[in-house]
């Protein structure tokens, strides 16, 4: 404690001293300068090659450009070198695995539906980032999960729905940048499938761009998220990282975002500053200090106050981050803190006759399935993290129990003889034989994705589901399932089970995480951030909208808005568990008698009339004018609240102007519609609790 105090102190002491020492030559140093001027002040002073020298990078991960992406120091400036690593979970270090931890993944902060969870994720990564050493931290990954099978929604935040991409990218940008390392908000923009990602051009009109795939990276502008990234693709034929509609105007000029735009690995394909992109990465065969003499001067002063501005924000200029990337940087404090999240993300899908929480005692469980064991917690690719170890699920419930540890082979087993407690492992290979001497079977399952490919179907392999079906028709067992899964599954078998509990990908602290929800210890607060189809390809998508026409280079957005719970809604299908679904130990009485829409202010009292403490996700959904042509219902306004057994909220929320709007492509804006809105509060998007109308003038 004494000594980073001392040591906050000494680096004031210097930032000060050079201030008022250079407040002539370096005017930049000023501190009551704002960012930007600061910014603007610095790029001035710089000749045209180190202008040039900071609109590229490299990523070698090598000795001299350790990181995954790296922008030269410029030492007689005292400009520190940019060190960009991914990624949108963790820090990933591909050498010193098992140095960082391995967090949950974004959806399953996004499944917290909790503006502090997020910041607390965003917060423990950016420390890291920190200590690694890196000033630049390649995430959160935002984008809105159009298709079920997309290989990288795990990374993402904003499940289904752009209002709660936007809700929580806020927190996340702001927990990593509160850290002194700038946020990257990635992948700008319809980067919405893995498959013919080099290729393929997502083909979106500018109102189904601006009402659904927009909304998150505002949310990252209005946190002042200091950089984005360009994605792979094409946008309606132009390639994202020259895309002037998108990068210039929609990003820049419309949503005002005043940081830097890099491009994805290998994604420049042209010197393409004025159409909005800042810098190249990695390499410079496009961005370099000769093809730059070409560009208007004041383009490329701008791209380097764009990318100097975050710089002196987040005290990167100021306090140069003295980390190296060899340091160790996970801790137990960072696993607990993983593990909380984790724990406020789980969604419990079904509980049929309260089967969970299970009981300590008296009790004679079986746990199956090799995920007990080997749990898979995270997702591949850029996006993964190589944690120094997973606790195996089987290992927290014996913990739990106060069970000797049993190792992962078939059939082994322990007994706490003081509360009557048997725990039994099997890895779930063989039919389940004789199951007399249990009463509960916890069924482990996972399914995995990964950058650069997407999910051939969402079904589990490996014969997972032909176990969990085998052990459902067992007689005389309670059966509870864990899914491990980077976005939506199948659960063809659900009616023959009691209690499903979900973690997308959970992180390295997943099996302490799901003993404690197993055992009530944590009780589950997550909700869906994305709908739990019935069967493959519900939504009836066709060959041109995913994987696209014209070997899968042109996917058209002929849907518009109609994907996830929009299009279930409009086609009113029952999901198998619909979007904002989640349930709690306790119980949460919504008094329609207190449903009340004043204005724009719209409230209901919610109560715990459970018997333990617990957290409800509170959801407000809009219905809009008819002749809007909007979905039926869209979140606009949604709250997690922690109650205490027996304890009342009045859950309040006020529209805005844009949340009873549209895009109006005409004039390029929001247009404010008129007429009659539904509102609705509710518990999930088909659990509604109250409706109202909002008349609008
Ligand atoms: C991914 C980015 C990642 C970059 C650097 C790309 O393949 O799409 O998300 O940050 O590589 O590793």
Same mark, same amino acid.
């Given at each position: 404690m004494i000594s980073k105090a001392l040591t906050a102190a000494c680096c004031l002491l210097v930032v000060s001293a050079d201030a008022t020492q250079t407040g002539l030559d370096k005017p930049w140093m000023d501190t009551a300068l704002s960012p930007k001027q600061r910014a603007q002040a610095l790029v001035e002073k710089m000749t045209y090659e180190e202008k040039a020298s900071m609109l590229h990078g490299y990523g070698a991960q090598t000795d001299d450009w350790p990181y995954v992406g790296n922008v030269a120091a410029i030492d007689r400036l005292g400009i520190p070198a940019l060190r960009y690593n991914d990624g949108p979970q963790g820090f990933r270090d591909d050498k010193l695995p098992g140095t960082s931890t391995a967090w949950p993944s974004g959806l399953t902060a996004g499944a917290s539906w909790d503006k502090h969870t997020v910041y607390n994720w965003g917060k423990g990564m950016g420390v890291e980032f920190y200590k690694k050493g890196a000033n630049v931290q390649l995430g959160p990954g935002v984008c809105v999960a159009r298709v079920p099978h997309n290989g990288r929604n795990f990374e993402y935040i904003s499940g289904e729905d752009p209002f709660l991409g936007y809700t929580l990218v806020q927190p996340a940008v702001k927990g990593i940048q509160d850290q002194g390392v700038i946020a990257n908000v990635k992948h700008y &923009?319809?980067?919405? *499938?893995? #498959?013919?990602?080099? @290729? &393929? @051009?997502?083909? &979106?009109?500018?109102?189904?761009?601006?009402?659904? !795939? !927009?909304?998150p990276f505002k949310g990252g502008v209005e946190a002042n998220v200091g950089s984005m990234m360009c994605s792979y693709n094409k946008i309606n034929h132009v390639w994202s990282c020259e895309n002037p509609e998108t990068l210039r105007r929609d990003l820049k000029e419309v949503m005002g975002f005043e940081g830097y735009v890099m491009s994805d690995w290998g994604a420049t394909h042209s010197l393409s500053i004025a159409e909005g992109l800042d810098q190249e990465m990695p390499g410079n065969e496009t961005f370099n200090r000769i093809s730059l003499k070409s560009v208007d001067p004041k383009l490329v002063a701008d791209s380097v106050t764009r990318i100097l501005t975050p710089m002196f924000q987040m005290g990167v200029m100021d306090t140069p981050n003295p980390n190296k990337i060899s340091n160790n940087?996970?801790? %137990?404090?960072?696993? %607990?803190?993983?593990?909380?999240? @984790? *724990?406020?993300? #789980?969604? $419990? /899908?079904q509980n049929e006759n309260d089967v969970l929480p299970l009981a300590k005692d008296n009790i004679r469980i079986v746990v199956v399935g090799d995920q007990a064991w080997n749990a898979v917690v995270h997702g591949g690719g850029s996006g993964s993290v190589t944690?120094? =170890?997973?606790?195996?699920? /089987? =290992? @927290?419930?014996? %913990?739990?129990? +106060?069970?000797?540890?049993?190792? +992962?082979?078939?059939?082994?087993s322990g007994c706490n003889a003081g509360s009557k407690v048997c725990v039994t492992y099997d890895d779930g290979s063989k039919s389940p034989g004789n199951t007399d001497k249990y009463d509960h079977a916890i069924l482990f399952v996972q399914t995995s994705s990964h950058e650069g490919g997407d999910r051939t179907n969402l079904s589990f392999a490996g014969g997972q589901d032909e176990m969990v079906s085998a052990w459902g028709v067992v007689d005389g067992l309670k059966k509870v399932v864990v899914m491990s899964t980077p976005g939506a599954v199948l659960t063809p078998w659900s009616k023959d089970i009691d209690g499903i509990l979900l973690n997308f990908m959970p992180g390295q602290a997943m099996g302490d995480a799901i003993a404690n929800t197993l055992f009530g210890d944590s009780n589950p607060s997550g909700k869906l951030p994305l709908t739990f189809p019935n069967e493959e390809n519900e939504q009836r998508m066709t060959i041109s909208q995913y994987p696209g026409l014209d070997n899968g280079e042109n996917a058209t957005y002929s849907e518009t808005f109609f994907f996830g719970y929009r299009w279930y809604d409009k086609h009113n299908v029952q999901p198998k568990f619909p979007f904002g679904h989640g349930l709690s130990y306790s119980k949460f009485l919504y008094d329609a008698s207190t449903f009340s829409i004043k204005d724009r202010t719209v409230e209901i009292d919610v109560k715990n009339v459970g018997s333990v403490p617990g957290g409800e996700v509170v959801q407000l959904y809009v219905g809009f004018p008819s002749s809007s042509g909007e979905p039926v219902r869209q979140l606009k306004g949604f709250e997690? !609240? $922690?109650?205490?057994? +027996?304890?009342?909220?009045?859950?309040?929320?006020? /529209?805005t102007d844009r949340d009873l709007s549209i895009w109006d492509v005409a004039s390029h804006k929001w247009a404010l519609q008129k007429g009659e809105f539904t509102i609705e509060v509710g518990t999930s998007s088909r659990a509604i609790r109250a409706t109202g109308l909002l008349e609008q003038k």
């Open positions: &923009v319809n980067n919405n *499938q893995e #498959t013919n990602r080099n @290729s &393929v @051009s997502e083909n &979106v009109d500018e109102r189904t761009r601006f009402e659904m !795939y !927009y909304p940087v996970t801790s %137990d404090s960072h696993n %607990d803190i993983a593990r909380e999240i @984790s *724990q406020n993300s #789980t969604i $419990l /899908l944690p120094a =170890w997973v606790k195996p699920p /089987l =290992w @927290s419930i014996c %913990d739990k129990l +106060g069970v000797e540890r049993i190792n +992962g082979e078939n059939g082994a997690k !609240y $922690l109650l205490e057994a +027996g304890e009342t909220v009045t859950a309040s929320f006020t /529209l």
